[in-house]
T-cell receptor, first 113, second 112 residues
Framework: GAGVSQSPSNKVTEKGKDVELRCDPI?????LYWYRQRLGQGLEFLIY????????KSGLPSDRFSAERTGESVSTLTIQRTQQEDSAVYLC???????????FGSGTRLTVV | SQQGEEDPQALSIQEGENATMNCSYK?????LQWYRQNSGRGLVHLIL?????REKHSGRLRVTLDTSKKSSSLLITASRAADTASYFC????????????FGTGTRLTIIP
């Protein structure tokens, strides 16, 4: 596609439920990133995929968070047993050559009630 | 912890005036980038400056980088209402440390 696509755009879930967020990067982009942005704050790095290399998971806040990416295609971010503090906008970005030319998706706004 | 910190946190100016935002960072960098965010959603890349560059221009944007002070500034000249947005700086550490670390952002409001 022409840009980075994220789905769903909004998600409301009950505390304790699992959620799965999806990111479709720009075709051919080998690098893919997930960030979290709480209301009124900056972007918090979560995880970085580069081609077939082992992902950089250093930003994942707890073992309730996990992400997968197969090759250079779609990525999913899974949050298990959601908590209210997980409420945020989750942003995905892809790049042909890291760290240049990041293109961001419009994000998924997650609300845990 | 945040690598970059922007100041001011919020800035309001009259349309037509120039807007200056600053960014400070803590560790060595390879590149510094500035992004704009409208309405709390996706970010748009504005400009990149490499660690061996001191100044860069793009249209109404001017970016400076002082690696000795670990700081950068973004100047928007002749501001327009459409420039109202949040602006973030982001740094990377080069090969092997390509992830972008973002600052906390400056909320810019242009008053028509």
């Amino acid at each position: 596609g022409a840009g980075v696509s994220q789905s769903p755009s909004n998600k409301v879930t009950e505390k304790g439920k699992d959620v799965e967020l999806r990111c479709d990067p720009i075709s051919g982009h080998t690098a893919l990133y997930w960030y979290r942005q709480r209301l009124g704050q900056g972007l918090e790095f979560l995880i970085y995929f580069q081609g077939n290399s082992a992902p950089d998971k250093s930003g994942l806040p707890s073992d309730r968070f996990s992400a997968e990416r197969t090759g250079e295609s779609v990525s999913t971010l899974t949050i298990q047993r959601t908590q209210q503090e997980d409420s945020a906008v989750y942003l995905c970005a892809s790049s042909l050559v890291a760290p240049y030319g990041y293109t961001f998706g419009s994000g998924t706004r997650l609300t845990v009630v | 912890s945040q690598q970059g910190e922007e100041d001011p946190q919020a800035l309001s100016i009259q349309e037509g005036e120039n807007a200056t935002m600053n960014c400070s960072y803590k560790t060595s960098i390879n590149n510094l980038q500035w992004y704009r965010q409208n309405s709390g959603r996706g970010l748009v890349h504005l400009i990149l400056i490499r660690s061996n560059e001191r100044e860069k221009h793009s249209g109404r944007l001017r970016v400076t980088l002082d690696t000795s002070k670990k700081s950068s500034s973004l100047l928007i000249t002749a501001s327009r209402a459409a420039d109202t947005a949040s602006y973030f700086c982001a740094t990377d550490g080069g090969f092997g440390n390509e992830k972008l670390t973002f600052g906390t952002g400056t909320r810019l409001t242009i008053i028509p």
